[in-house]
Every structure is written in C-alpha cells, then in structure tokens.
C-alpha cells in the first residue's frame, strides 16, 4: 500500500489516543481490515475500518499484552493505549518497533530458525482465548469447503486438478502438535537490524494454535525455498513446501469473503493463476 498524510479524522484520533503527540513525520498506511497511522519512534495508531476489525480489536490487543510476558527474543507491539470505540470509530495505540524489513530472498537462516524455534517454545495455555482458529482470513472451519466449491471453479480447467491435489495432500498430513503460529511471518512483519538480526516482529492478528509450518511456508514466500532448506528439517520442509501449494487458492476465497467486485476477483484470480503455474508444485 502506498502511504499518504494523515486526514484531519485521523489526526484527531491519534490526539484522543496520544495527546500532545506530534504528527510532523506520520505517515498512513490503509489496508482492507485497518488504517495504520506511522509515528516514527513514537507508535503506531491501528483504526479498524470494518465490523470484524472493530469488534476482534480488544482481543487482538489483549493478545498482544499477553505476548509481552511471553519472554520472546524479539520485540512485539506493547498498546500504549486502551482500545477506544466510539460512534466513529475504534482504535488503538501501539509501541514502534524499529528496524527494517529485509528484502525478498535476504534472510539469514539462523535468525529465521530462531524466531521458529521461539514460537514452538511458547507455552498456550494463557494465549489460548486470545488467539484465533486456522484459516482465520480464508473461510475459518469452511476452508476446505470454500477452495473446493469457490476457489477451483474460478481456475482454468488444466489447473483444477492440481488445486484438488493440493488440499488432498495438506488433508493427508500427519498431525503435528500445535504450537504459536503467527499466521503471517513475511516481508514487512519482521524487522531486521542493520546486523542481520530480527529485533521485532508485528501483525499477530492472525496468531493461532497450528501447525507450524504454515509459517515456515510464509518465510519461504519471502525469503526463497533455498534459504529454507537451510533453516528447518527436510521433513518440516516438505510438510511447508504442501502448506504452501494452498496458498495462492486462499486468496480468492478472501476476496470473495471480503465482497471484493467482480473485476477484483478477476484480477485476483489472474495473481493466483500465475502464482500456481510458476510454484513447481505442479
């Protein structure tokens, strides 16, 4: 998403939130479910812009006050703030996290290896009310449903099969216990320092108990399958490299929940087209 200033509405949120505070340098960055408002060094302001953003917020942001005691070895947003509704709107405050993000295919297997291997090591037990089920963005208990009966029929016929493989292996996996999965551990969730060392990682609105190699999946989509198979086993390699052939499908099936139009879904569905044909999954 490309950035832009602070509308007054905005301003004057961040002014409830954060009195005194100023937004010489703030910066917005909206998205389907949030508008962020970047304060550099100071916070960032979420603003939930649909239903299941404002009503999930408190426990989204309950959430992230548990992960604070979990003794993680990277940063995570601490609110700064209560969530405030209104008849406007609902918001949050939450603490900067420094660092960068690295560009696609530029991390270093041990750092990943390490983020990894601290979320297999969270206990559950106090995070468990607090997180949300699998497949939280992509139909929640009616994923497998949703791919099969939304998702496929809007693929070109000689990519159908493949698409019905793919969840028929994911469906044939042995079950793992689960463990904290982050749900989204890409590209701008994981800030790096100039060192090469990930210091925080953000976003935990889709954090669940599951399989952890959805996320090794995740890394891999940004980070490359090579720098992977040097980060985890072969056999949690192959169970990611199977999570991952479902991946590109789950984004029809989120436009298609989000009520994208017609032209969205079609160009949506060429993404995934391409997507699938370049994966090697065949």
């Given at each position: 998403?490309?950035?832009?200033?602070?509308?007054?509405?905005?301003?004057?949120?961040v002014g409830t939130l954060?009195?005194?505070?100023?937004?010489?340098?703030a910066?917005?960055?909206?998205?389907?479910?949030?508008?962020?408002?970047?304060?550099?060094?100071?916070?960032?302001?979420?603003?939930?812009?649909?239903?299941p953003?404002?009503?999930?917020?408190?426990?989204r942001?309950?959430?992230?006050?548990a992960?604070?005691?979990?003794?993680?070895?990277?940063a995570?947003?601490?609110?700064?703030?209560?969530?405030?509704?209104?008849?406007?709107?609902?918001?949050?405050?939450?603490?900067?996290?420094?660092?960068?993000?690295?560009?696609?295919?530029?991390?270093?297997?041990?750092?990943?290896?390490?983020?990894?291997?601290?979320?297999?090591?969270?206990?559950?037990?106090?995070?468990?009310?607090?997180?949300?089920?699998?497949?939280?963005?992509?139909?929640?208990?009616?994923?497998?449903?949703?791919?099969?009966?939304?998702?496929?029929?809007?693929?070109?016929?000689?990519?159908?099969?493949?698409a019905?493989?793919?969840?028929a292996?994911?469906?044939?996996?042995?079950?793992?216990?689960p463990?904290?999965?982050?749900?989204?551990?890409?590209?701008?969730?994981?800030?790096?320092?100039p060192?090469?060392?990930?210091?925080?990682?953000?976003d935990?609105?889709?954090?669940?108990?599951?399989?952890?190699?959805?996320?090794?999946?995740?890394?891999?989509?940004?980070?490359?399958?090579?720098t992977?198979?040097?980060?985890?086993?072969?056999a949690?390699?192959?169970?990611?490299?199977?999570?991952y052939?479902?991946?590109?499908?789950?984004?029809?099936v989120?436009?298609?929940?989000?009520?994208?139009?017609a032209?969205?879904?079609?160009?949506?569905?060429?993404?995934?087209?391409?997507?699938?044909?370049?994966?090697?999954?065949?």
């Amino acid at each position: 998403m490309i950035p832009r200033p602070p509308t007054d509405r905005e301003v004057g949120i961040v002014g409830t939130l954060l009195p005194s505070t100023s937004l010489d340098r703030a910066t917005v960055i909206p998205s389907g479910s949030h508008d962020v408002v970047l304060i550099p060094d100071v916070a960032a302001v979420r603003i939930a812009r649909s239903a299941p953003a404002v009503e999930s917020l408190p426990r989204r942001t309950a959430l992230l006050e548990a992960l604070a005691k979990a003794a993680l070895p990277f940063a995570t947003p601490i609110p700064l703030s209560p969530v405030v509704s209104t008849s406007g709107w609902t918001a949050v405050a939450v603490s900067w996290i420094p660092g960068r993000y690295a560009p696609r295919g530029n991390g270093e297997p041990a750092s990943l290896r390490n983020v990894l291997e601290a979320l297999a090591a969270v206990d559950l037990a106090p995070l468990i009310d607090l997180l949300d089920v699998p497949h939280a963005y992509a139909g929640r208990e009616r994923w497998e449903e949703l791919i099969l009966t939304e998702a496929v029929p809007r693929l070109p016929p000689r990519l159908r099969d493949s698409a019905v493989r793919r969840i028929a292996a994911v469906l044939a996996l042995d079950p793992v216990p689960p463990r904290l999965v982050h749900g989204d551990l890409t590209g701008e969730n994981m800030h790096w320092s100039p060192a090469g060392d990930i210091i925080g990682v953000l976003d935990w609105d889709l954090a669940h108990p599951f399989d952890p190699a959805i996320d090794v999946a995740c890394l891999a989509h940004w980070h490359g399958w090579p720098t992977i198979a040097k980060t985890v086993d072969a056999a949690t390699y192959v169970r990611a490299r199977t999570w991952y052939g479902t991946f590109a499908m789950e984004q029809i099936v989120k436009y298609l929940l989000d009520d994208a139009d017609a032209a969205a879904i079609d160009e949506c569905v060429g993404r995934v087209v391409r997507w699938m044909d370049s994966d090697g999954l065949g």
